[in-house]
């Protein structure tokens, strides 16, 4: 199906909820649609080595959040460099091939990412976004505090946030039926796909197991910093008017009303 133009989207959702799946079948649907992962980003630096990457690499092993400047530029950049984002020169809504050219995601030395930083984005060429439904993105990972999308506003406002909900007891009893077969990594539910014997893999019989990160506690602590550093965030979206919340037991339940919503506010 075809944009008439151009979503630039974000899903938010606690950890379990289907977010990956829903972003799946959306990019499924409208092939205008790209995702773009500030995690893949960052990774990509870090694997290349750059400065960048070096830079962040113990924050992120740490699991802690990167510095808010380094990751809007580099998303900022990867827009960019997309042709995504328009001069804000007077001369008009000039495409700034010339300067994403000399820019590139990844930083071959340290003097070429100092500069990269201590420049404002504006005077980097950034600008208006385009509304061409070619430059549609779901974002992944990114914003992830409020402060975060202040500063995404004054680049690339986003237009839609989709606020996934699903009560957090379906959740854990998804959680808890969960079953796996370690060598394979096949994954069964006592609820929705049993195994044909309990607790035996299908395929070779041999015993199943739980994942470590699948109790309950584990959960109800992941769910809880979910919901302190999303708020903050949703509210964000919610004053600028681009807020939508959608709930169900299931993905399944969730995916045709956000399809038809997506398809109202976007589909040719
Ligand atoms: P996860 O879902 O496990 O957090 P991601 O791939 O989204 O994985 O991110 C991996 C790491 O990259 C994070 O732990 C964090 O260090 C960094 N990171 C990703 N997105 C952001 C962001 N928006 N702000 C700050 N740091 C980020």
């Given at each position: 199906?075809?944009?008439?133009?151009?979503?630039?989207?974000?899903?938010?959702?606690?950890?379990?909820?289907?977010?990956?799946?829903?972003?799946?079948?959306?990019?499924?649907?409208?092939?205008?649609?790209?995702?773009?992962?500030?995690?893949?980003?960052?990774?990509?630096?870090?694997?290349?080595?750059?400065?960048?990457?070096?830079?962040?690499?113990?924050?992120?092993?740490?699991?802690?959040?990167?510095?808010?400047?380094?990751?809007?530029?580099?998303?900022?950049?990867?827009?960019?460099?997309?042709?995504?984002?328009?001069?804000?020169?007077?001369?008009?809504?000039?495409?700034?091939?010339?300067?994403?050219?000399?820019?590139?995601?990844?930083?071959?030395?340290?003097?070429?990412?100092?500069?990269?930083?201590?420049?404002?984005?504006?005077?980097?060429?950034?600008?208006?976004?385009?509304?061409?439904?070619?430059?549609?993105?779901?974002?992944?990972?990114?914003?992830?505090?409020?402060?975060?999308?202040?500063?995404?506003?004054?680049?690339?406002?986003?237009?839609?946030?989709?606020?996934?909900?699903?009560?957090?007891?379906?959740?854990?009893?998804?959680?808890?039926?969960?079953?796996?077969?370690?060598?394979?990594?096949?994954?069964?539910?006592?609820?929705?796909?049993p195994p044909k014997v309990a607790g035996h893999d299908d395929v070779t019989g041999e015993p199943l197991v739980r994942?470590?990160?699948?109790?309950?506690?584990?959960?109800?602590?992941?769910?809880?910093?979910?919901?302190?550093?999303?708020?903050?965030?949703?509210?964000?979206?919610?004053?600028?008017?681009?807020?939508?919340?959608?709930?169900?037991?299931?993905?399944?339940?969730?995916?045709?009303?956000?399809?038809?919503?997506?398809?109202?506010?976007?589909?040719?």
């Amino acid at each position: 199906m075809r944009l008439r133009k151009a979503a630039r989207v974000i899903l938010v959702g606690a950890p379990g909820v289907g977010k990956g799946t829903q972003s799946e079948r959306l990019l499924h649907r409208f092939p205008q649609l790209s995702s773009i992962s500030s995690g893949d980003l960052l990774r990509h630096n870090v694997k290349q080595r750059t400065p960048l990457g070096i830079k962040v690499e113990s924050t992120m092993k740490a699991g802690l959040l990167v510095p808010d400047d380094l990751i809007l530029r580099l998303i900022n950049n990867e827009l960019n460099q997309r042709g995504w984002l328009y001069s804000s020169h007077p001369a008009g809504n000039v495409m700034t091939l010339a300067s994403c050219a000399v820019e590139t995601q990844s930083f071959s030395n340290d003097a070429d990412m100092a500069a990269f930083i201590s420049h404002p984005a504006h005077t980097r060429g950034y600008g208006s976004p385009s509304e061409d439904p070619s430059a549609s993105f779901l974002l992944d990972g990114f914003p992830r505090t409020a402060a975060q999308a202040e500063r995404l506003d004054e680049t690339i406002p986003i237009n839609m946030v989709v606020s996934l909900k699903t009560p957090l007891q379906v959740i854990m009893e998804r959680i808890s039926g969960r079953w796996v077969h370690e060598a394979s990594g096949r994954v069964y539910n006592t609820t929705f796909n049993p195994p044909k014997v309990a607790g035996h893999d299908d395929v070779t019989g041999e015993p199943l197991v739980r994942r470590a990160d699948d109790s309950e506690e584990v959960y109800r602590q992941r769910w809880k910093k979910f919901e302190e550093t999303s708020e903050p965030l949703l509210e964000h979206y919610a004053r600028k008017g681009v807020l939508w919340e959608v709930e169900g037991m299931s993905s399944d339940e969730i995916t045709p009303k956000l399809m038809r919503e997506f398809e109202r506010r976007f589909a040719e």
